[in-house]
């Protein structure tokens, strides 16, 4: 049974929840002495935390329920010594979520998932210090001017993205698509790729970074790497350069596991941490020269893009109702492409790249 570095919690069993992949496991021994009872029931009770029964019926027909390794229906009764695996959305912290009216970028919606286009400077959900204004109070007001269908849901996520870090996330709109989400999550099928820019020339065109990310033990705001292993979850990262820019580098990035601060802690693990990260120490000059006009190159830059040079470029996932494969491209934002184009005329022509952006 995959119980994937899980943390113990203070239910029955065990769970734990995978980085930025929110996705909650839970792992229960059914007692020696248990009476045969229906799973969905037997669940409902063991569990607790306001999971209801029909999220844990969904999560059986979308395959997230697992017995002795094997997915089962939510009529499959226990039997003594069953090893239960319920893989399950994170649930969502206890904020009062509230409509607003912001602006989102709505790349594609049906009545089951909704695709959005996430600005830089968005936070995905409430949190300490964001009760408002977050992406999932913008999706509440969309849903709010849409007509209203059977169910009456909250929107799910299943994956987020940094403040900062821009591109495409999808969000569950019914238990079930919700599930279902969370299982591919699990499963490690849903397709994405990010493109960063950052500090440094890499030497290989392409790699993998492997290293269990947990909490920096200094910094609680940050991530570490714990190449050991004795410490924090399995991670993977693979990149690829796309171009060589002299002083940085512009490469394309493809999640294995989904940690949270994943690409950019795994980046300045190898050397090359992403531009104009300020987490993590990118928003100083890491590679260069000393001369002042290349000082003043690297302040239009980060003026020019005040975040980290971060973007989740496609997301492909199985339609939770229909079966069929879904694949989304997010070209680079108009910033994030400037800079890009600034390092391009730097690396010709430093001069006319600094007073440019005078």
Do not use: C, M
């Given at each position: 049974m995959n119980t994937d570095a899980l943390d113990e919690d203070e239910v029955t069993g065990t769970s734990g929840e995978q980085g930025d992949d929110l996705v909650e496991l839970v792992t229960l021994k059914v007692d020696k002495g248990q009476a045969p009872v229906r799973i969905d029931k037997f669940l409902h009770v063991h569990i607790g935390n306001n999971v209801s029964r029909t999220k844990i019926q969904n999560a059986a027909e979308a395959g997230s329920i697992q017995v002795n390794g094997k997915p089962v229906k939510s009529s499959y009764k226990i039997r003594p010594d069953d090893d239960i695996l319920l893989i399950m959305p994170k649930h969502a912290e206890n904020y009062d979520l509230v409509p607003e009216n912001i602006p989102i970028d709505i790349v594609y919606e049906d009545d089951d998932v909704i695709v959005i286009n996430k600005s830089p400077e968005i936070v995905v959900h409430p949190g300490l210090g964001n009760p408002r204004g977050t992406l999932i109070n913008a999706?509440?007001?969309?849903?709010?001017?849409?007509?209203?269908?059977?169910?009456?849901?909250?929107?799910?996520?299943?994956?987020?993205?940094?403040?900062?870090?821009?591109?495409?996330?999808v969000l569950g709109k019914t238990e079930f698509a919700l599930s279902h989400l969370a299982k591919q999550f699990f499963d490690r099928t849903i397709q994405r790729k990010y493109m960063?820019?950052?500090?440094?020339?890499l030497k290989e065109d392409a790699g993998t970074i492997t290293g269990n990310i947990g909490r920096d033990t200094r910094e609680r705001m940050q991530m570490e790497v714990y190449p050991d292993g004795d410490k924090g979850k399995h991670a993977v990262t693979h990149y690829k350069v796309v171009e060589r820019l002299n002083y940085v580098t512009l490469v394309e990035c493809k999640l294995e596991t989904g940690r949270t601060h994943q690409i950019r802690v795994h980046m300045k693990h190898i050397g090359h941490t992403l531009f104009n990260d300020t987490r993590y120490g990118g928003d100083t000059?890491?590679?260069?020269?000393?001369?002042?006009?290349?000082?003043?190159?690297?302040?239009n830059c980060f003026k020019i893009m005040p975040r980290q040079a971060l973007h989740a470029a496609t997301l492909g996932f199985v339609h939770p109702t229909t079966g069929k494969n879904l694949f989304f491209e997010s070209p680079l934002p108009v910033e994030f492409q400037a800079v890009v184009e600034k390092w391009r005329k730097y690396w010709t022509n430093p001069n006319a790249a600094v007073s440019e952006g005078e």
């Open positions: 999706v509440l007001w969309h849903f709010n001017e849409l007509p209203k269908g059977k169910e009456e849901f909250r929107p799910g996520l299943v994956h987020r993205l940094d403040k900062g870090t821009s591109g495409l996330i960063a820019l950052v500090w440094g020339d000059i890491l590679k260069g020269t000393i001369y002042s006009k290349y000082k003043q190159f690297i302040e």
